[in-house]
């Protein structure tokens, strides 16, 4: 079973615990306020109201092996540093931080933080290019400049099989799957099967190519080359 400390029960931190929870795994929480962790006292396997500025709490609290830290500690970068740091003592191999702006993202990637996660940025880098092109359905950011991206198939292909479509090498787009209307669930595909207007995609692609893809598709209303990466280059800083 896998086993994670929560330190820090802010919207993220309490989305974690839901999520793993859900999952089976084994979860330690940690927060300074009780009202907080009398709430998912029933849910976890510990609770304990403390604050991971304390090195002695950390040391004392967290049992070696764990699998992973995620932290969430809103906008008290000290106590983000110090944990962070406690942890990477500890020999914690993952550390997951929640951050609240790009220097605070810094600052505990240098501590030892493995993962950041900026929530407002997460969340604009998937609205954000909803808004600019019809063609996406849905869009998932995988990487710097990698994207898993749901899309609808542009009228030059309706009729096509997969093969004839040859998106792979004329486009560099890698279809995972295929939802075939009026389906709802997402299923391999048969590469004879020949497209229709209302099916979508499931592809993954570098975020330029995808860019390419949707402007030649006619679906970027804009007329504005390279409006997807110039979006990124701003809100990635």
């Known amino acids: ?37 009398d709430t998912y006292k029933d849910r976890v396997a510990a609770c304990f109201v403390a604050d991971a500025i304390s090195e002695e709490v950390v040391t004392r609290l967290v049992p070696p092996g764990i699998d992973a830290a995620i932290l969430d500690l809103g906008d008290n970068i000290e106590a983000a540093i110090l944990a962070t740091k ?78 004839e479509a040859n998106l792979r090498q004329t486009h560099r787009l890698n279809v995972i799957a295929l939802k075939v209307a009026p389906g709802t669930e997402y299923t391999y595909f048969d590469p004879n099967y020949r497209l229709q207007a209302e099916d979508a995609m499931l592809v993954a692609a570098k975020e330029e190519d995808l860019e390419a893809f949707a402007r030649e598709g006619g679906a970027g209303k804009t007329g504005i080359p390279g409006v997807f990466s110039r979006l990124f280059s701003r809100i990635r800083r």
């Open 1 to 37: 079973m896998k086993q994670f400390v929560i330190i820090g029960l802010g919207k993220f931190g309490r989305r974690m615990i839901d999520e793993l929870t859900d999952a089976g795994c084994d979860l330690l929480v940690i927060d300074r306020d009780r009202e907080a962790v």
């Open 86 to 163: 406690y942890l990477k003592q500890l020999g914690v191999a993952r550390i997951i931080a929640k951050v609240e702006s790009d220097q605070h993202a810094e600052i505990l990637d240098l501590v030892g933080a493995t993962d950041i996660i900026r929530a407002n940025l997460e969340a604009a880098r998937r609205v954000a290019p909803l808004l600019l092109s019809s063609m996406l359905f849905s869009w998932l950011p995988i990487g710097k400049d990698f994207v898993i991206a749901e899309l609808k198939v542009p009228d030059p292909f309706v009729g096509q099989t997969l093969i």
